[in-house]
């Protein structure tokens, strides 16, 4: 394996995110530096995005580096029947890192264990986003001041979220409450409350998206259903609008409280929410630029200073 690629946020020490959290603060202060001149960096999404990719993509552009990459499979060769493996030792040899996101879980770790250059899943299946977490954490911590002993009411596709899962990991080391909030359907996977019961972690499942719940709460991190994973999309039409934050529901929250979502959003945030100060979702995803050219950095062992 690649030792230096970031498959899952369980690839990073408490050291190294709270490292990485500082150099997005870095970037966030300014987030032109030509550290990538010379470097071409791939970008192969074989599943759609907008955040993800474009925000790597520009987080690669303000460092002085280039971009290749794909964000349509069907015009690449793999359409023809080529190999994930021989896509991956292909671009290899044009790029000194591979961003990729695949449908399929474990496409990244795989594409790992035999990729000369270091690669950053930028999303495999409903398993891991640790991109995402790293900006995720960033936000919090921004908005909160520190990532201790906060609780966070995860809503909505639990199940197949996998920026649900992957945050769940990273906070196991910062003594969170987890509330998690979803249809029976679309419950937390056995596996990660598991890890909360082998990691002291407290966790409470409701299917009811209380007042009471919401005013306990520091991080609202709503979800949308997620479509593409559904394999009976009578059950995706029945599950698909259950919850939805109105702002009226803000009104007796924290003061602290901020809202997250890592978007795309369906239904699930009224667009009245939006103009709420404590609607933070947009400079989230903002925060993805400064959080990536901090990953970036740190796979090919650029120091930034
Ligand atoms: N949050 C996120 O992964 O968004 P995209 O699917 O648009 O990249």
């Known amino acids: 394996m690649n030792s230096d690629s ?17 150099k997005t603060r870095m970037f966030e202060e300014n987030p032109n530096r030509k550290l990538l001149e010379g470097k071409v960096i791939a970008t192969l999404f074989f599943e759609p995005s907008t955040r993800t990719r474009l925000s790597f993509e520009t987080a690669v552009n303000r460092l002085g580096g280039r971009v290749i990459g794909f964000s349509d499979a069907a015009t690449t060769s793999s359409s023809k029947g080529e190999s994930l493996k021989d896509t991956i030792m292909m671009v290899s040899n044009y790029a000194d890192l ?37 900006l995720d954490l960033y936000s919090i911590k921004k908005t909160q001041g520190t990532l201790e002993n906060l609780t966070i009411s995860m809503v909505g596709d639990l199940k197949y979220g996998r920026t649900v899962h992957s945050l769940l990991m990273a906070m196991y080391y910062f003594h ?46 709503m979800t949308r259903v997620q479509r593409e994973r559904f394999t009976d999309l009578m059950e995706y039409e029945r599950v698909k609008n259950l919850y939805q934050l109105r702002n009226s529901m803000l009104d007796s929250s924290k003061p602290n409280l901020k809202v997250l979502h890592p978007l795309p959003r369906v239904n699930e945030i009224a667009y009245d929410v939006d103009d709420n100060p404590k609607a933070y979702y947009f400079q989230q995803a903002q925060n993805g630029l400064y959080a990536r050219e901090a990953i970036i950095c740190k796979v090919l062992g650029i120091d930034v200073k």
């Open 98 to 134: 591979i961003i990729m996101r695949h449908h399929l879980e474990g496409a990244a770790r795989y594409a790992s264990e035999f990729s000369p250059v270091p690669i950053i899943n930028a999303g495999d299946g409903a398993n891991q986003h640790p991109s995402q977490t790293m």
């Open 6 to 22: 970031l498959v899952s946020i369980n690839d990073l020490t408490k050291e190294e995110i709270l490292e990485l959290v500082d």
């Open 176 to 221: 969170p409450v987890f509330n998690f909030i979803s249809s029976d359907e679309l419950k937390m996977p056995l596996e990660y409350k598991v890890f909360c019961d082998e990691h002291n972690i407290e966790y409470h499942e409701y299917t009811d998206f209380s007042q009471e719940v919401i005013d306990k709460t520091d991080i609202l991190y």
